[in-house]
């Protein structure tokens, strides 16, 4: 927060891990505003979210006002609270100024639902059950909000008067993959084909592939094979 003065500690409560995450009223001379910062039980804290950024997930121009309520994390320092909106039309006589936010297991923020958006409140997928969110609530639930495989509970009123309690899945990011070796977002035989032919090799052979050396020891041996073990299988690869 630089140039920035704290004008109060709003909330502070403690994750599964240890980790405090705190919400304080910020201000820089001329504006006030609500800002969430991660103080890790090790390492250095972060900022995640606060009042004037772009809201994630939603059109340009439409910001974050507020940090409305929630704040809970799970044992891995996955974030959710609900963020209350600001921007071109938004506003609370239209019931489109709060949404669910979350972090993903890199850290990164991720929209999971919006008031004024549609959503289907039956769970089976022949049954469309289309209905639109008037209000969104994490605090009236007994137990924890988020758990530790990233599901999120949370209760929705729609504007026909109906309510329900739901659980959301937090989006699993794509990551890198070491050997994905032709960057097709999998690891299959075709990397497997790429491995073989360097397998055996040191730096300065012909066939040595640096891509192949994938614990970086000038030689492509079976260390490398088994962390090419590790992650053969996998589709969730950035390409």
């Known amino acids: ?20 995450l705190v919400r304080v009223l910020g ?29 994630i997930g939603l059109p340009q121009g439409i910001e974050v006002s507020s940090i409305v309520s929630g704040l809970r994390a799970n044992g891995l320092d996955q974030l959710v609270v609900i963020a209350g909106l600001d921007g ?19 850290g990164r923020l991720v929209l999971l639902a919006r008031e004024g958006d549609l959503f289907d409140a039956n769970d089976d997928p ?3 059950d289309p209905r639109t969110i ?47 070796f032709d960057a097709d977002g999998d690891v299959d035989l075709g990397d497997f084909g790429v491995f073989g032919g360097a397998f055996g090799s040191i730096a ?11 614990d970086c020891d000038n030689d492509v041996d079976l260390g490398d094979f088994g962390r090419f073990g590790a992650e053969f299988g996998r589709t969730d690869c950035l390409p």
């Open 1 to 20: 927060m630089p140039n920035e003065s704290v004008v109060a500690f709003l909330d502070s409560p403690i994750s599964p891990s240890g980790t405090a």
């Open 27 to 55: 201000f820089d001379g001329v504006n006030f505003d609500q800002v969430l910062i991660v103080f890790p039980s090790q390492g250095t804290p972060s900022l995640v979210y606060r009042s004037g950024a772009p809201a």
């Open 88 to 106: 071109p039309g938004v506003s609370s006589a239209l019931n489109n100024d709060k949404a669910l936010v979350a972090t993903d297991v890199l």
């Open 126 to 128: 022949a049954i469309n």
């Open 134 to 180: 008037a209000g969104i609530q994490i605090d009236g639930l007994g137990g924890p909000i988020i758990n530790n495989a990233g599901q999120v509970a949370f209760i929705h009123e729609f504007t026909d008067g109906s309510e329900g309690a739901f659980v959301a899945q937090i989006p699993v990011p794509l990551t890198l993959c070491a050997a994905d």
């Open 204 to 214: 300065g052979d012909t066939n040595f592939l640096a891509v192949a050396d994938i």
